[in-house]
């Protein structure tokens, strides 16, 4: 089955960096674009990152333009976002998604920004 499981989130103060990781399995990665999503409390959720299969294309929400970089690495079958220069408002649980006829989600992995 379809599993997406996020990892490299933690606690990061003003202007630092983390990389996300999301290892997957269960479909067909190299043909599948992949998506970085995030919500904060309170808050809906909110696409962030996307890459297209072969990494021929790559989409940046407007608010980490310039900060985040999403890539993927097909032979492990994973995607990344490197995050830089973090801002307090990054604070939110981010989530790799794709969609195969419907929509799937990892887990989650929390990202706090706090001085």
């Known amino acids: 089955q379809v599993q997406l499981v996020e990892s490299g989130g933690g606690l990061v103060q003003p202007g630092g960096s983390l990389k996300l990781t999301c290892v997957t399995s269960?479909?067909?990665?190299?043909?599948?674009?992949m998506y970085w999503y995030r919500q904060a409390p309170g808050k809906e959720r909110e696409w962030v990152a996307m890459?297209?299969?072969?990494?021929?294309?790559?989409l940046l929400g407007e608010s980490v333009q310039g900060r985040f970089t999403i890539s993927r690495d097909d032979g492990k079958n994973t995607v990344y976002l490197q995050m830089n220069n973090l801002k307090p408002e990054d604070t939110a649980k981010y989530y790799c998604?794709?969609?195969?006829?419907?929509?799937?989600w990892g887990q989650g992995t929390q990202v706090t920004v706090t001085s």
């Open positions: 890459i297209l299969s072969s990494a021929t294309r790559t």
């Open positions: 269960g479909f067909p990665f190299s043909s599948s674009a």
């Open positions: 998604n794709m969609f195969l006829g419907k929509d799937y």
